[in-house]
């Protein structure tokens, strides 16, 4: 896509780089960042003070209003280095965009501008461009956030926030199939609330009933409806979905309860170009157990950015154990390995899915 | 009180101080923070670096967790100066230190023990006496509150937080009885979920829809149930009374959808001790304005640490609206003349809810 005209960014480079310190396989998920950070100030309804600088520490007032009242939204976007090219490619992060101000509409939060996203991303990534991995598996997260700055602790939206992105070189994320437990007690989200919404808040609130999971030897939990805990939602920080037989289902996005997933949809487009019939609807544990039981449905697995796709092997349901042999995986490692194929260069783009930095 | 013995603090005092700068009317709610503040370090599982300094910045890193994943707690609690003795008493902080590691368990952050909540408390607010007004409806605010600090963007708990406390001398919080708007379609909390805990989520995620409420001339929302938006849940950031005669009923906590309201229990205590019949169950809109059309309503009001108590005067449900007018309101002004007794000193302390710092 055309580069658009960018906003004057001032650009302090590091004197130093951190990368020398590090080699591909300690790239774990989130916990080392470039040598670079991207940061803006919303002041007085514009953004302001653009500016690419060392990766560094940020201040806040002790009565920061993203610290009290939760005004704070993210995104997760990855890169790859093209195998071909060597060329540094972003996955779809104009769709990642256009949800992050989905996110801050529902949060009372200023819209960040097209330009400040994406293009400010670009010149980052460009910078920092030494720290994307060529390894299969491994790539550049970037992750966009803004929070309110606000050092007043009355209860109402903030009028001043912060943008920023920080990028974090990563392998994969987990590395083995998932054990599931479903979860029928606690809720991540209900219609009305905001649960489509990326907001901090909403990992927060998961995490008390993921330990609880984790303790019974799960990875992560599956969440149900909050009105009948009988329908699936999402599964941890991921897109869900089953597979019977040639059909894929995943649950709707109607209700506003779970995230429109980037890799929710690029696996939905996928899986129609492989033939797979796909059905955004109701999903019950009901319908699930009774499939299952009767051998029509042979796989499940999430899909989330951080994840890509990951196969679900066991889902615990109170005392029933519904296990998934690896023998019947099928559909979820063809769209892993045709993701993979695209974000690396490897296959055709046909959907224009991967933008240069 | 007696004293408990208190972990060490150091403490380091301010060189000059702000209070010159204003005067008590200047001391809206939550825009002024007084000269010192409250900081505390948990690491490697356990408090420490627990010091009082002058108020100051504090240094996150950009990948701050709590800012990308929502751990955040905080309480809200006030002192008074006592009008005969001159004293600072606390009302009821012992109350708000239990509701805040409950609030810690359900956000998956580590217990703070008391003596570094109460008595940390009752060290600072000595060091920023001068702070405290000793004006009718004017107090020191104080708000305890903790956020996770692992930089690491890995969605998992924490292993680092920060508590801290600020206090920000207070007048009245709003200046009218409000008109409310009642909310049938966005959602506050639901069973299972974490609107028992006063996470910071839980804030940012009501201002879209007290923004539109706002936006139609309301000052408020009055919650109603996440599942069939039929029962009454809270009123804004404070719970809920609706009185009938001689009976005031207010929403039970059994669906852990509602803040346990210090303010509220107090009120409730009063009620009772007043000979008003107070019931805690489920309350319906279609009860509230069938009931309110026999005239068997006569007076609502809110009730919370910033507002105290605040009566109602309007209530918007689709088309119709309740008017509650004045000369009807018998209780909820009762109330608060009685809790402002307490806290100021001129009614009988019976139930030992000040504490003196």
């Known amino acids: 896509m055309a580069q658009k005209a960018m906003r004057d960014i001032e650009i302090t480079r590091a004197t130093t780089t951190k990368l020398n310190d590090f080699s591909i396989e300690q790239f774990t998920f989130g916990k080392h960042y470039t040598d670079h950070m991207l940061e803006a100030d919303y002041i007085d309804g514009e953004w302001t ?5 060392p990766y560094q520490p940020i201040s806040i007032s002790p009565a920061c209003s993203a610290i009290h009242y939760g005004q704070s939204i993210f995104e997760g976007i990855k890169a790859y280095r093209d195998k071909q090219s060597g060329k540094i490619r972003i996955f ?66 903030s009028t001043t926030y912060k943008f920023l ?38 990992y927060g609130a998961a995490m008390f009933p993921t330990a609880e999971a984790k303790k019974r030897g799960y990875d992560q ?77 042979t796989e499940a697995f999430g899909t989330g950015t951080a994840a890509t796709v990951l196969m ?11 296990l998934f042999p690896e023998d019947k995986w099928k559909v979820g490692p ?5 993701l993979d194929a695209i974000r690396e260069g490897s296959a055709a783009d046909t959907y224009n899915w991967m933008v240069e930095v």
Chains 1, 2 share one sequence.
């Open 312 to 322: 679900i092997r066991e889902l615990a349901d109170n005392d029933d154990t519904l």
């Open 92 to 157: 779809r992060p104009y769709d990642n965009y256009k949800r992050f101000n989905i996110s801050a509409h529902r949060m009372q939060m200023p819209e960040v501008p097209e330009d400040l996203f994406i293009e400010g991303m670009r010149q980052l990534i460009a910078l920092d461009e030494a720290w994307v991995p060529s390894v299969h598996d491994y790539s550049l997260y970037i992750r966009p956030f803004m929070f309110a700055t606000d050092g007043y602790i009355g209860v109402k939206p």
């Open 221 to 297: 939990v599956l969440w149900t409806d909050a009105k009948e805990h009988k329908y699936v939602q999402e599964c941890g920080t991921m897109n869900v979905f089953f597979v019977f037989g040639n059909t894929a289902v995943t649950p709707g996005l109607e209700s506003g309860t779970i995230l429109e997933g980037v890799t929710r949809m690029s696996t939905i487009q996928l899986m129609k170009d492989m033939g797979v019939k796909v059905e955004e609807r109701d999903l019950s544990i009901g319908e699930i157990k009774e499939r299952h039981k009767a051998g029509e449905l």
């Open 165 to 202: 992105i920080i990028l974090s070189p990563t392998g994969p994320y987990y590395s083995h199939p998932m054990r599931i437990f479903v979860e029928e007690k606690y809720v991540r989200a209900v219609e009305g609330g905001v649960g489509f919404a990326k907001n901090a808040g909403n």
């Open 334 to 338: 063809a769209v892993k390995a045709k």
């Open 49 to 53: 003070n653009v500016s690419i600088k």
